[in-house]
């Protein structure tokens, strides 16, 4: 099937981007004023604020893959494309298990090079679900992280004191641009990058399918 321009990956994430920018904006501003650590944690992580680009994932998945089957884009049998996302979710929790009954710590930069590896794995399971989304979730993925790595690389040179600079308990001593690779370039490229395909991924597949039998009994 020829592809709808609305539907093209870059046209479809455009506003999502630029709305996700702006939650990453308004983030880093919270946490440099001291605003509430309910809406702006400076934890490690985040620490599960209400103000954070994470929450979005589901909301614009189901967003795109409504999108997507209005077009008339298919994932095929609903059944084998959330087996396919289901696994993909499945394989990093799984790995990390492993790798602690191997005893890996799971605080070691080694435990987030298999968490790296795996994410990978994850993404390419969960490519197969549903490609056309796949692609769409991978792009909005990649237009949400850069710029929170950018944000990280000043945050971490700057010793913001923020959530963006703040290593995981139990982490080694990091410095400088080592420092950035392994709490920020390295997750964000590919454990955030799994994260968005995966769980925007489930979330789309449903409203698709949703989409699809609304657009047949119209």
Do not use: C
């Amino acid at each position: 099937m020829s592809e709808d321009a609305s539907t093209r990956p870059g046209r479809l994430i455009l506003v999502p981007a630029i709305i996700t920018l702006a939650v990453t904006l308004l983030r880093l501003v919270g946490e440099l004023q001291g605003w509430s650590p309910r809406f702006f944690s400076k934890e490690a992580g985040g620490g599960g604020a209400l103000v954070g680009i994470a929450w979005l994932v589901p909301v614009f998945g189901a967003w795109f893959g409504w999108k997507l089957a209005r077009s008339g884009e298919r994932a095929g049998s609903l059944g084998r494309a959330l087996g396919l996302t289901i696994l993909a979710f499945a394989l990093l929790p799984a790995s990390g298990f492993v790798a602690g009954k191997l005893g890996v710590d799971q605080t070691s930069v080694a435990m987030l090079l298999i968490f790296a590896v795996i994410s990978v794995a994850g993404l390419a399971v969960a490519f197969l679900a549903w490609p056309a989304l796949g692609r769409v979730l991978l792009a909005y993925g990649l237009a949400a992280r850069i710029p929170v790595v950018l944000v990280m690389l000043a945050a971490i040179l700057g010793n913001w004191g923020t959530h963006y600079d703040v290593p995981p308990p139990g982490a080694p001593e990091m410095s400088g641009l080592w420092k950035w690779f392994v709490i920020g370039v390295l997750p964000q490229m590919t454990v955030w990058l799994w994260f968005t395909v995966v769980i925007g991924g489930l979330f789309g597949i449903v409203a698709g399918a949703i989409a699809r039998r609304g657009r047949a009994s119209a």
